[in-house]
């Protein structure tokens, strides 16, 4: 025990000091991406007792040059702007607890990244280990390599550096699914309602995680067999949710969700210009809209309208979508080297920046398929494959993209573990917490086979990316490639 919390407290440290290092060297750094600086005006409209609104006079004079506001659908306040329900309020509200700490000005930025580095990111690690203990059957060693891949994975450390909701979602996801686990060991009403209350702020940060809290309630009903914990968890999540609920709802005059933003993604993962993923062009062509009720309709009206227009992208558009999921992490680096957002950088040196940021999740993805198929068939396993399942059916569906991968990456960072270890567990157990000193053994091979045909899917989407953007990567190579200026 006294050798678990030492390793808990040595791998938060480790964790905190690799990220604090892009975070200092970051200090004069401004913001960028239209996500960003609607997170930050959402947060300085909160700080400054506005409410949640956005687009007041002085931003819209900044956006003014890309984008012309049609002013005339809202009733517009100069001063405070227009109230809005496209974002989840949780993240915003957690910049706006930062901003009220440093101010608003231009220092803001480094006081969030670094609030986001100490609070959201190096936590990741010890609670990876925490999570694996649990459904590793309590293979320390397994636990504590999953835990050192989060600590150093290179985009989680570099991601305290973007204002961006996936910071904090990634933080609740993780925890969630940890206290889950509890409630399994526990089944005590304490854990049960924590776990609907943490579903409910990772709902609040991204109403896309909703699919697995069904899940999650299910699993608890019929895999645990635990109908009073179903049922608290249920209250406990719809609680959480609902005064955010109502506020949308009494705000536009109809029921109305945590967010509105599903008719714009809708709009551009069917976009006949685009593949299912983000595509810069169609992406400004709803924003003039201010007011996110008629947004949200006319996106989800001219989606279906491409739909029937070419019923059969349909299912290629999905998986398309799917494998844009699972890429290499290479986007944000090309985007911000072709904006010349870090000058010239000589080929080899560019090439090594892209196996630093890519190669990590293809080695994390391949272990991960081979220790996927030696977890047991217990009730922790099912609910991490829900978790799975549910967090990706959407982005199947809707919208994707290769960033949206790394919420998962501490789970497959735990399953990948499984493989390096090469332990087996215990099925005989409904919290997978069995003799860690378990011996090894060789896959079956039919455990092999399904490995095998994942990793080859893997390779096969990856090829398929470098091949699809050769070239681009040609022109970033050459001498003129930091100024090539691709959209993101």
Known sequence: MKSSRTFTLRIFLV????????????RGLGIGLDDMFQYDMLA????????YRWYAQGDLAQLAPYVKFDLTSVDYDPVRGVPTSFRAPLYPAFLALVYAVSGTGFTRFFA????????????????????????LGGNERAARQAAWGVAVY?????????????????LLLLSTLLVLLLSA????????LLSGFLLGLTALTRSVILPFAGFAVLWTWLGLKDRRGAALIAIALTLTVAPW?????????????????LGYNLYLGYHPQGDGSFVFGPSLDLVPILDDSVRDRIGTQRALE????DPGRFLPLAANRLGHFFRLDLRLLTYFYSGNFFGYIPPPLLLILGAFFGLPFALVSLSAAFGAVQLPRTPTTWLLLLLVIGYLLPHVFILSEERFHLALVPFFAVVAAQAWSGRTISENTTTASSDPMQKSRSLRPRQMA???????????????????????????LGPEGNHAGYPY
């Open 15 to 26: 964790a905190l000091v690799l990220r604090l290092i892009p975070v200092f060297l970051a």
């Open 44 to 51: 300085r409209s909160l700080v400054s007792g506005n409410g």
């Open 112 to 135: 969030a990244r670094l609030a986001q580095a100490v609070l959201l990111g190096a936590p990741l690690a010890p609670l990876t280990y925490l999570t694996a203990l649990r459904l």
């Open 154 to 170: 290179p985009m989680l450390l570099l991601f305290p550096l973007g204002l961006g909701t996936e910071n904090l979602f990634f």
């Open 185 to 192: 060991e526990r089944r005590s009403a304490g854990f049960f």
């Open 245 to 261: 609920v109502i506020r949308n709802s009494l705000l536009y005059g109809r029921l109305t969700g945590i967010e509105t933003s």
């Open 306 to 309: 491409f739909i029937k227009a």
């Open 450 to 476: 399904v490995a095998i045909l994942m990793a080859a899917l893997l390779i096969a989407n990856w090829t398929y990316q470098i091949g699809s953007d050769a070239d681009k990567f040609t022109v970033l």
